[in-house]
């Protein structure tokens, strides 16, 4: 199916600027990173030249002798039989430029030159280990970047066909707190279920959509996946340019990576991540490494405790506190047992509800870039699932799978602690309104709060007019 992507406005944006940098679309596996981009090209060039690095190794030879441009389109020309290398009307899509490490330093050439646009495509470009005596010299400052994620819940929508104007009368009434027709609520409740069963990975989404694949044929694609990204694990590329596995990398990413799921789901409602859960006996110095590669390929997500709910928050984080999240909903959903599917789809569900719908609050967070934060003090049994930093203060973030109480929310609103923040926002299945010290917002009207807040906080940067004398 031809999804949209936000992904492919970007690039048009990129385009849109003078003298651009080359840029690179990176991100998980599988994300719809090349679709977007040969889509973007061929409806925006007249001449699209594909290296691709991964399965063609004969584009790599275009750069051992010469990173001067000229050398290596001529080079390139004795490959790509026919194509055209005009100048201003060409396109260069480099496919996994992590696989061609001179072609990653070729970036400045290019952009220096001025005469090719370059897209590169990579999904492991800033996974620790994956090539682990770079030799060359990295282009600092010639190239750009977009970070590429699973489909988010409104390109979901609009593979589901739902409208603009249902998409717009949700936005308009998360900013009046105003309920929905009953119509459209049940619509999103019900497509909300669908995205945290299928996810984002368009494959999948493809698989549950196409001929009325259903859930099933969605999961099957989800459990191939998780298989396909557990044996890149360890991977990295030795002196001679050939893969190899680090077999005790590849053993901490199983271990972890496996136990994200269960510790997500303990019944205790303390969803932070305990390496004493991984191994017996373990110590985070010994899974740091294993946890930032999951990180770096996209994989998980993390939300790090912090010590004050003060700002800015990336000064208070504790970087031993942490919780993990699986990057896609849908991959959660795979990673428990199928019986578990079959009781979310029937509303049936125990302590795992509560685990499903914080990680589907995570993947909406990570959109938005930058580290997540949640806050919790064990001596006073106080936990707030997570904290938004914006241009007002601080809001409280409480993710209520259940309509259960918030006591820690309640305490800091208070003022029962020593924290002032600008307000606290309960997300609920259904309805819009204002409780006694918090906002209730349904949990498919999530996305939107969050840009809203996003854009609120861009847009009070501006710059103050002075006279220059």
């Keep these: 199916m031809d999804f949209k992507r936000k992904a492919y406005d970007i690039l048009s944006q990129w385009k849109e600027k003078q003298s651009h940098k080359p840029v690179i679309v990176q991100g998980l596996r599988q994300v719809g990173k090349s679709y977007v981009v040969r889509k973007f090209a061929l409806e925006n060039y007249e001449n699209v030249i594909v ?274 999240f699986l990057a896609d909903t849908g991959l959660l959903m795979a990673s428990y047992p199928i019986v578990t599917l079959q009781d979310f789809l029937s509303d049936n569900l125990d302590s795992r509800k509560g685990a499903i719908f914080e990680n589907l609050m995570a993947t909406m967070l990570a959109k938005f870039g930058g580290d997540m934060f949640f806050y919790s003090d064990t001596k006073r049994h106080l936990e707030i699932d997570f904290l938004l930093e914006t241009n007002e203060g601080i809001i409280l973030l409480e993710e209520k799978s259940t309509n259960g109480k918030m006591a820690a929310s309640k305490a800091v609103m208070h003022g029962e602690t020593p924290y002032k923040v600008a307000g606290c926002v309960k997300f609920i299945k259904q309805g819009f309104g204002v409780g006694e010290f918090f906002t209730s917002l349904p949990q498919y009207a999530a996305p939107w709060y969050l840009e809203q807040r996003s854009l609120s906080t861009k847009e009070s940067i501006k710059c103050k007019q002075i006279d220059i004398l």
């Design 51 to 324: 290296f691709d690095f991964r399965y063609d190794e004969k584009f790599r030879r275009c750069f051992e002798k010469s990173l001067a441009v000229d050398d290596i389109i001529h080079e390139a020309s004795a490959f790509v039989s026919g194509a055209s290398f005009a100048p201003h009307k060409t396109v260069l899509i480099f496919e996994e430029i992590g696989d061609c490490e001179r072609a990653r330093t070729a970036l400045k050439s290019f952009y220096l030159d001025g005469r090719f646009d370059v897209i590169a495509t990579g999904s492991l470009l800033g996974v620790e280990n994956y090539r682990r005596k770079a030799k060359s010299f990295m282009p600092t400052g010639y190239e750009e970047y977009i970070e590429m994620q699973p489909m988010d819940f409104e390109e979901f929508l609009w593979a589901s066909g739902v409208s603009d104007e249902a998409i717009q009368l949700l936005s308009d009434s998360i900013k009046n707190v105003k309920d929905l027709p009953s119509s459209y609520e049940l619509m999103f409740e019900e497509l909300l279920k669908r995205y945290i069963v299928v996810g984002g990975m368009p494959e999948a989404v493809d698989a549950f959509l196409t001929n009325n694949g259903g859930y099933l044929n969605a999961r099957d694609v989800q459990l191939r996946l998780l298989n396909d990204y557990k044996c890149d694990f360890g991977r990295f590329v030795n002196d001679d340019g050939k893969e190899s596995i680090d077999y005790s990398l590849q053993a901490k990413l199983n271990e972890v990576f496996s136990s994200i799921p269960s510790q997500l789901s303990r019944e205790s409602g303390n969803s932070k991540f305990k390496i004493s859960d991984v191994s017996k006996g373990g110590r985070l110095s010994s899974y740091e490494s294993a946890i930032q590669w999951l990180n770096r390929a996209g994989l998980i997500n993390i939300a790090y405790n912090v010590n004050a709910i003060e700002k800015p928050l990336a000064l208070n984080k504790n970087l031993s506190c942490f919780k993990l």
